[in-house]
Structures are given as C-alpha cells and as structure tokens.
C-alpha cells in the first residue's frame, strides 16, 4: 500500500506545479501552448497522489508490488521527457525561423543600401 | 533578368586578411561576375574589405554558420534572376582561375552541380592526413550509395550551379556542415552531377574550424543528416530534366 503521506507530498507537489503554471500564465511569462503539457503533468499526478486504489492498481499492472509511489516517479519522468522533447522541437523550428529572419535581413539591407536610381 | 551572369557567393567569417584576394581574383577570371560575399556575423573587418574591393556584401546579423551563409547567398541569386552561380570559400583555398573547370559542364548543360573535387583523377597531388581522409572517403561512399551515383569528393565547398541548382540550394540547404548533406539532397532531388578535378590551396590566414570535438561532431551530425535525408522526400525538380 501507498503510505499516506506519500500520498499527500504528493498530492501537495502537484498542487503547488499546477498554481505555479496557472500564476505563470496568468502574468502572460508563460503561453498557454507551453502550459499544456505542464498543467497535464500536474493534473495526472493529483490524480495518482489522490485516488490511492487507483495507483496500487496500476502498480500492480506495471508490476511495481513493493512501492507504488514508484509509479508517480515513473510518470513524472515520462512527462518530463514528454516537455522537453517537446521544447527541443521548439527550439529546432525557432533555430529555422532565426535563420530564414537573418538571411532576409541581410537580403533586404543589401537592397536598401543600393544607390536609388532616378525615377524613369 | 539575367542574361547568364555569374554570381560568385563567397561565405566569409572573420576573413579580412584573405577575402580582399579572393573578391579580387574572382574578377580577374571574370570581371562582370557579381560577387556576392556573405559576412557571417564577423568580429572584424570582412564585410568593408570585401566591399572595398567591389563585392556585395550581405550582413548577418548573428552567426548562423556556413550553410546558412551560403544559402543566404543562393537566395540573392535566386531573387536577382542569376542563371549561374559559383561558390568559393572566403579563406582563398579556391583558385578561381580554376572556374572556367567548374562552369565547363554548365555550359555545355550536362550538369546542374558540377563539383570541383580533389579526387577526380587518381593521380592527383591532394593527399590530406589519414583520418581527414578516412572522413572524406566514408562520406563519399555513403553519399555514393545512398544517391546512386558515384561522388568522389562530397566535402568540397567549390561547386558551380545552374538555375535549377540555385532554386533547390536557396530553399534546401542544411545550416552547419552542409557540404555532404548537399550533394545528396541534390541527387535525391534529380540534379545532375559533374565532377571536375580541381586542385585546393593551403589557407593564407586564419585557422581551419574543424578541431577534434568539432569533427566528431562533424562526423555523427553529416552520418545522421544524410540517413535522414535518404528517408525523406525531395521534390524532384522539372527544371533539371532539361
């Protein structure tokens, strides 16, 4: 069985992550599209702290017999690498957009820079 | 636009102690050529030196590495209607007296990519230290195999290009290490390749970027682009199939 209190850090944890991103979003220094994925990890792990059958069972699905908190481990991990897979493809696509706003730059300043002929 | 004028892109960092040279030698061979040297962000004076010299200098704003320098320069090309493009490096190890090579196959519309390789003849003189050579010889393999032509030197940044190879390169151009990954976007895009013997000068000034982490990284980063690439799809091109 999950010890009780295990339950409750828990449960407390995904609480505080949950009103740190709802805070975050509200102040406009996160985007909601960036916050899904948070306030997902969040919800899921309330749920898992909260509903203690409902872990022992899937622990017992998983084979975790010992220590079912184990399995909010689990799950956490998984999400994170959920959000940063998902950031590094952010970071791919911002990289691309940089560039393509570099290469424009330069191609624009290069025009402008040209000696305007008179008007025919 | 164009009446099959030569654009020179000449991608340059920190370069200011050869790019003067190489602006000039590139109008020695052809002195209606536009030469169009792409300052990669750099820390010295490359970009008014090459101005100077009477290049068309696109600026930077930040450093995005040499294939983006390059495509910024296929870009222009692209835009400005030029029907042939060349690419030397801005270090002076392309002797652009060797262009009229390059641009042979062009001409003749045999090729749309003609590469200026050191391997061509078997008897050529280049002989770079055993792993550089073991590097290139892989990826000329691979890109052979993964291309279905034979490529014998896919690390080479001296290539001469026609209008259909300007349009592919202005769009499809990898952003750091691009040389290898080209060549194979180019074949899988139905370009047609020449290879002409060329022959490649030490550096005059400043050093090679490649150092040993770097070229690991090299090596992993061009293995998993052209694996990459052979899974994806390229538009095969119209144009080339002149």
Redesign the interface.
């Known amino acids: 069985m999950t010890p009780i209190r295990a339950s409750i850090a828990g449960a407390v944890a995904s609480i505080i992550l949950i009103l740190v991103v709802v805070e975050l979003v509200r102040g406009r220094r996160l985007k909601e599209r960036y916050a899904i994925l948070w306030l997902v990890t969040g919800v899921v792990l309330l749920v898992l702290s909260i509903w203690r059958e409902g872990l022992n069972t899937i622990a017992g699905w998983l084979g975790v017999t010992g220590y079912p908190p184990a399995v909010l481990f689990a799950v956490a991990t998984l999400f994170i690498f959920l959000v940063l897979l998902h950031y590094s493809t952010v970071i791919s696509r911002l990289t691309d957009e940089n560039v393509d706003l570099a290469q424009r730059i330069a191609l624009l300043e290069e025009k402008l820079s040209r000696p305007q002929r008179p008007a025919d | 636009m164009s009446d099959g004028r030569l654009v020179a892109v000449v991608p340059a960092w920190n370069e200011e102690g050869a790019i003067g040279q190489v602006v000039d030698e590139i109008k020695a061979f052809d002195a209606a050529a536009t030469v169009v040297v792409?300052d990669d962000a750099s820390s010295d004076d490359t970009a008014s030196v090459a101005e100077a010299h009477g290049a068309?200098?696109?600026?930077?704003?930040?450093n995005?590495g040499i294939g983006?320098a390059v495509?910024?320069g296929f870009?222009?090309a692209r835009?400005e209607g030029y029907e042939i493009a060349v690419r030397l490096d801005g270090d002076g190890q392309h002797d652009a007296s060797e262009l009229g090579k390059l641009l042979g196959p062009i001409h003749a519309g045999t090729a749309n990519l003609v590469i200026g390789s050191r391997f061509v003849d078997p008897g050529a003189t280049y002989r770079p230290p055993f792993a550089r050579r073991m590097g290139i010889r892989l990826f000329a393999r691979l890109v052979s195999l993964l291309g279905g032509q034979k490529v014998t030197d896919t690390t080479s940044g001296f290539v001469a290009l026609d209008r259909a190879g300007i349009e592919l390169f202005a769009v499809e151009y990898p952003?750091d290490y691009p040389e290898v990954e080209a060549t194979l976007v180019a074949l899988r895009s139905g370009l047609r390749l020449g290879q002409v013997q060329v022959e490649m000068r030490e550096r005059q000034t400043g050093s090679s970027s490649i150092t040993f982490v770097r070229s690991l990284y090299y090596i992993v980063k061009v293995m998993l682009a052209l694996l990459v690439a052979s899974l994806r799809r390229y538009p095969r091109l119209e144009a080339a199939q002149r």
Do not use: A, C, M, S
């Open positions: 792409v068309t200098v696109l600026r930077l704003l930040f995005v983006g495509q910024t870009r222009y835009d952003h």
